[in-house]
């Protein structure tokens, strides 16, 4: 079962150290320092690397050009421009750091400093520094901090080695993108993961997709700092990897790159207009339990819930005991409206009929159910309203009633409550990116008020983040349902053990995968899942074509092109 919680004590702050090839850093560069200084921590040394370059003969370089990577090189220098990595001076940033120039001695592809400069640097005493330039460094000089020389590779260390960043993700539509913060050694690609990421790869737009990697990386070098200041023998985990080293892609490459960045995003856009996701609920006689333990066998139980219309779907659904009686919880999206209300169906009307539940001027779904002090309460997804808000179920007017907001000026998506050694957590995703960075607030009442975990997001997966359902225990475990929405939304739900859970650590380890339902219909989904000692309710999901759908997605493209 997860740890106890504690109090928070007051963290200490970490002094770092860089080591670049200028002052002007990329853009995403920039932000990881600002973000570790506005925390609190500090910039104490710059080490800027002085080394000269050998002047080649012009015949030499004509001789030994990399002419078969020549259509990427003139691409990467003066075609391709992502917002991530532009030029930002950091001078005013860096102003109180010591700037130390350093000359290294290159053998083959490393590059090693000297024992002098090496002994400077140590006298700084520096808790970790940052590599955002010099190549591969090998010798003495990856010990000179406590904590060791941290390195981005922004790609999965165990898929891709190598480079260029996120490229051959794009290139070879891998479904996924990790980002790893690992400590150096004498191991190419090979270092101690700190930390690991991971988006879903955007396999039409490299542009878009090389921003998302750099940008949202910029915050790992903040939470590894985070997890050491409450656990100072965090070691992270040695790789062992026996990836593939990528290359920068040939002439040829290039060219089916370009080829397929052009098909692919037509194909994006036409899907986009001609191709719908349209889920509905499906309920099953047996327990969470049995379900977890024989997913297999619901494919002869489940039943499928009544569609209102070709223009709406049903999904998210919620279990609730009223007086006895089962009943269901869930969300109706209309595609004509844009927007979804809350229903809910009862076990005495064999879940036949839909009841309205709550409406809103703003979208609602995602309506978890809590029970406290026996009445029923319901968290609904309302990120359109800019909070957190909680309703009470009436069970003689069979409505949900406004009771409170807990948590004001945030976006927050599926938001999840459970009560655990004490204290409330409240589980949520955001809108800007509702499938990747997991948060986590708690309080020490229900109804708050709220305070953010010491660690935020305190996970960030796009296959493992954003949550699929109530927390529950399942033989003294602590299990946390997660959607995995790498391949696309709701591609399965994953089971996660939750081994800590306090206000200033969050650990968990993956169990067990759910795949969607293998039935005719709504097969190729699933991203919901709660249950009790009788019924089991899922989503399933399939594609289809609505004219409402096709409307509304050619008037969202219309106007984002006129912002």
Not at 152 to 165: L, M
């Amino acid at each position: 079962m997860a740890e106890k919680s504690t109090e928070p004590s007051q963290p200490q702050q970490f002094r770092f150290g860089i080591l670049c090839n200028s002052l002007q850093l990329e853009q995403w560069q920039s932000n990881a320092i600002r973000l570790l200084i506005e925390t609190g921590h500090s910039l104490e040394l710059i080490v800027l690397n002085a080394t000269e370059s050998p002047a080649l003969p012009l015949s030499e370089k004509i001789l030994h050009y990399p002419y078969k990577r020549l259509l990427f090189r003139l691409w990467n220098r003066f075609i391709f421009r992502p917002k991530s990595k532009k030029p930002d001076d950091i001078s005013h940033v860096a102003a109180n750091a010591k700037v130390l120039a350093c000359k290294v001695s290159v053998r083959g592809f490393s590059s090693y400093f000297s024992s002098e400069d090496v002994a400077s640097m140590q006298s700084f005493q520096l808790d970790f520094m940052l590599r955002f330039g010099f190549n591969i460094i090998r010798g003495e000089v990856l010990s000179v901090a406590r904590f060791g020389i941290w390195s981005f590779h922004h790609d999965d260390e165990e898929v891709v080695r190598g480079g260029p960043p996120g490229f051959w993700e794009v290139y070879h539509q891998m479904h996924t993108n990790g980002v790893i913060l690992q400590r150096l050694n004498d191991m190419l690609d090979k270092g101690i993961v700190l930390k690991k990421v991971r988006f879903r790869t955007i396999k039409h737009a490299y542009r878009a997709h090389l921003d998302q990697l750099y940008f949202e990386s910029a915050r790992l070098p903040l939470q590894v700092c985070n997890q050491l200041m409450h656990k100072p023998d965090f070691a992270g985990t040695e790789s062992n990897s026996k990836a593939p080293i990528y290359h920068p892609p040939t002439n040829s490459q290039m060219l089916s790159f370009w080829f397929r960045m052009a098909w692919r995003r037509i194909r994006f856009h036409l899907n986009d207009l001609f191709r719908q996701e349209d889920w509905n609920i499906g309920l099953i006689e047996s327990s969470l339990e049995n379900f977890i333990r024989h997913p297999d066998e619901a494919e002869k139980q489940v039943k499928w819930f009544g569609k209102p219309s070709a223009s709406t779907y049903l999904a998210d659904p919620f279990l609730a005991t009223v007086a006895g009686e089962q009943f269901v919880f869930f969300e109706l999206f209309d595609y004509k409206k844009g927007k979804a209300v809350l229903l809910f169906a009862r076990e005495k009307e064999n879940f036949d009929r839909y009841h309205p539940l709550l409406a809103e001027d703003f979208h609602l779904s995602f309506p978890f159910v809590f029970t406290l002090e026996e009445d029923i309460y319901v968290i609904p997804e309302c990120f359109e309203a800019g909070k957190i808000n909680i309703y009470r179920f009436d069970p003689t007017t069979e409505k949900l009633l406004f009771h409170q907001c807990i948590l004001d000026d945030v976006n927050a998506v599926d938001p999840v409550l459970h009560h655990h050694n004490g204290l409330w957590y409240l589980f949520f995703t955001t809108k800007d990116m509702p499938s990747v960075h997991l948060y986590i607030y708690w309080a020490e009442q229900a109804f708050g008020p709220y305070r953010p975990h010491h660690n935020n997001p305190v996970k960030t997966d796009v296959s493992n983040a954003r949550m699929a359902g109530s927390i529950f225990l399942l033989d003294g475990k602590l299990i946390r349902p997660a959607q995995d929405n790498g391949a696309h939304y709701g591609t399965a739900v994953v089971l996660n053990e939750i081994t800590t859970l306090t206000p200033e650590r969050f650990e968990e380890t993956m169990i067990q995968r759910i795949d969607p339902i293998h039935t005719r219909a709504f097969n190729q989904g699933l991203h919901t899942l709660n249950g009790n000692h009788r019924f089991t309710a899922i989503d399933g999901k399939r594609f289809v074509f609505t004219f409402a759908g096709f409307w509304r997605q050619l008037r969202q493209k219309f106007e984002s092109r006129h912002q």
